[in-house]
């Protein structure tokens, strides 16, 4: 076995053991506070997964072909969000609906995973870096933030 297949092989390990980390939380879909629903309601919002991941490229960079595929969270309550990669480890998610979004913040506020991401009114930016322990991503999520008009946020130390 080469080095390269160890390290996708451990790569895919810790994703699955994240995805199951967020599949075991709560499955209780609750409503953001005020607070972050009043902040995501003056965020960009964008068209389509695409449009996001455009921005957010202009921001950050994406790589144009990345190597991997995003870790797709499990179906809550039947909101699903669109996932794209931006970069190892960093990927965007679009949501057609708030409830969606909602969802989706909740599964990663509950998480005991440490992340950090990027939301706005319907997309978000996570760096599962530190959940899959791996390296740093490099990427500056605070200034994407600020640049898209979205709100940073670091969960569990990430």
């Excluded at 455009?54 to 960079?61: D, E, N, P, T, Y």
């Excluded at 969802?103 to 978000?124: C, F, H, I, R, T």
Aim: net charge negative; hydrophobic share 40%.
């Amino acid at each position: 076995m080469r080095n390269t297949d160890k390290i996708t092989l451990a790569t895919a390990a810790a994703a699955v053991a994240l995805v199951a980390s967020l599949a075991a939380c709560d499955g209780e879909v609750k409503p953001a506070s005020n607070s972050q629903a009043s902040d995501a309601s003056t965020a960009t919002e964008f068209a389509s997964l695409e449009a996001a991941r455009q921005a957010v490229h202009k921001v950050i960079g994406c790589d144009e072909t990345p190597t991997t595929e995003p870790i797709v969270n499990p179906d809550l309550a039947g909101h699903t969000a669109e996932y794209s990669v931006c970069a190892d480890r960093v990927q965007v998610e679009w949501f057609q609906t708030e409830d969606a979004r909602n969802a989706e913040q909740q599964l990663y506020a509950d998480s005991s995973q440490p992340l950090a991401l990027v939301e706005g009114k319907n997309w978000m930016v996570v760096d599962l870096s530190k959940a899959l322990q791996e390296p740093a991503s490099g990427r500056d999520l605070k200034n994407l933030a600020e640049q898209l008009g979205g709100q940073y946020r670091s969960i569990n130390g990430a």
